[in-house]
């Protein structure tokens, strides 16, 4: 057997232990940054311009959904309920047939169990019909059968998470919440911070404070810029394909040219 000379080991191993080293250095490093991910400075008159595009572009492209023609909370709720983890063009049959059947929270309270799952039938995830039957006896019961406007009282209720408190505070009650879903994460990420990890919990935590950042002052105009964030992650910054050549805020987005 050949024997390796003391001084090439010794080399060997002194090379290795340099990569473990550089490698630790930079899985440190990497952690160090996620875990103390910095909010993006944006002054005041960047966050006006992106609003100013943005509205612009949403009241000349925005889709005519059902639910964007009302402010009543219960339908308001149904939809962003059905709306998770769904496509707009699946729930709408199902949020038109549902809303016939179980027109009011009253109703749907009411209601036994097994009718709420026939009407949700085919459209998947049970558990949000269960907690939006839950929810509807809650709310009947024990708050006057008024679904809350903060958002910090929504997130009390069945199923509720940060998303949809924060949706139905600013379509329903239009009032100035924030709200991160999949869509508006995409688009914060790539205009504001592509540097950060979106999915980590430092990172999720960057993109609330960057869409808190940049609400308008007026729960009014809220309901106009949650919904057109949302609008423009579903039409134009897409997952795959973002048609940067078409965005209304490709101007200050920091990943415009990462798809040319
Ligand atoms: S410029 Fe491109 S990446 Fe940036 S927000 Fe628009 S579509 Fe998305």
């Known amino acids: 057997m050949p024997t390796i000379p003391a001084k090439t080991a010794k080399s060997a191993k002194t090379a290795n232990a340099a990569k ?24 005041d008159a960047a ?20 639910w964007r023609e009302t402010r009543d909370p219960y ?28 027109p009011d929270l009253d109703t749907l309270a009411a209601a036994r169990p097994h009718r709420v799952m026939e009407a949700w039938e085919g459209l998947g995830y049970y558990a949000r019909a269960r907690n939006l039957h839950a929810l509807a006896q809650h709310v009947t019961t ?31 009650y239009e009032k100035r919440a924030a709200l991160v879903d999949t869509n508006v994460a995409r688009v914060l990420h790539r205009v504001f911070a592509p540097d950060i990890a979106p999915k980590s919990g430092p990172g999720s935590k960057v993109l609330w404070a960057i869409a808190e950042r940049i609400l ?31 965005c209304p805020v490709s101007k200050q987005c920091r990943s415009a040219h990462s798809f040319e």
């Open 20 to 43: 473990a080293a550089r490698k630790a250095a930079t899985s440190t490093k990497r952690t160090a940054r996620a875990a103390t991910a910095d909010v993006p400075a944006l002054s």
């Open 47 to 66: 966050a006006s311009r992106f609003r100013r595009a943005l509205h612009a572009w949403y009241r000349a492209n925005c889709r005519d959904l059902p």
């Open 75 to 102: 339908r308001i709720l149904v939809s962003e309920l059905m709306l998770q983890q769904t496509q707009v063009s699946r729930v709408l049959d199902f949020y038109a047939r549902f809303l016939e059947r179980f």
């Open 142 to 172: 024990e708050a006057q059968g008024v679904i809350p406007s903060d958002p910090e009282a929504l997130r009390e209720l069945p199923g509720i998470g940060a998303y949809t408190a924060g949706a139905v505070a600013s379509f329903a």
């Open 216 to 246: 308008p002052r007026t729960g009014k105009q809220t309901w106009t810029h949650n919904q057109a964030l949302m609008e423009l992650g579903a039409l134009v910054c897409g997952a795959r394909a973002p048609k940067c050549g078409g």
